[in-house]
Nanobody, 122 residues
Framework: VQLQASGGGLVQAGGSLRLSCAAS????????MGWFRQAPGKEREFVAA????????YYADSVKGRFTISRDTAKNTVLLQMNSLKPEDTAVYYC????????????????WGQGTLVTVSS
């Protein structure tokens, strides 16, 4: 399976972007999914996750109330709606399939796709 994140770009602080993660090769409707981000010089960090049936969602404290994760099973995509963006949200954003136990830990995720760059100007 290959994952491809898209939708990144340059936006002013306070603006919005919607990221999309599309899968090819197989459906990931039966898997929990997550979004992570990595800023220059920093480690990859958890952003949000959603269970396979979309019954539960999880967010990093830094994005809670501003970001919303969702999934479209029919289109085999996972979305990340990002509102009220801040310069500190600037990073490359990645989606991945959760294969392990720890929702907030990158080591629980696999099939990392190419990321999409989000740049928020002040």
């Amino acid at each position: 399976v290959q994952l491809q994140a898209s939708g990144g770009g340059l936006v002013q602080a306070g603006g919005s972007l919607r990221l999309s993660c599309a899968a090819s090769g197989r459906t990931f409707s039966s898997y929990d999914m997550g979004w992570f981000r990595q800023a220059p010089g920093k480690e990859r960090e958890f952003v949000a996750a959603i269970t396979w049936g979309a019954s539960s969602t999880y967010y990093a404290d830094s994005v809670k109330g501003r970001f919303t994760i969702s999934r479209d099973t029919a289109k085999n995509t996972v979305l990340l709606q990002m509102n009220s963006l801040k310069p500190e949200d600037t990073a490359v954003y990645y989606c991945a399939i959760k294969r392990g136990i720890a929702t907030y830990d990158a080591y629980s995720y696999d099939y990392w796709g190419q990321g999409t760059l989000v740049t928020v100007s002040s």
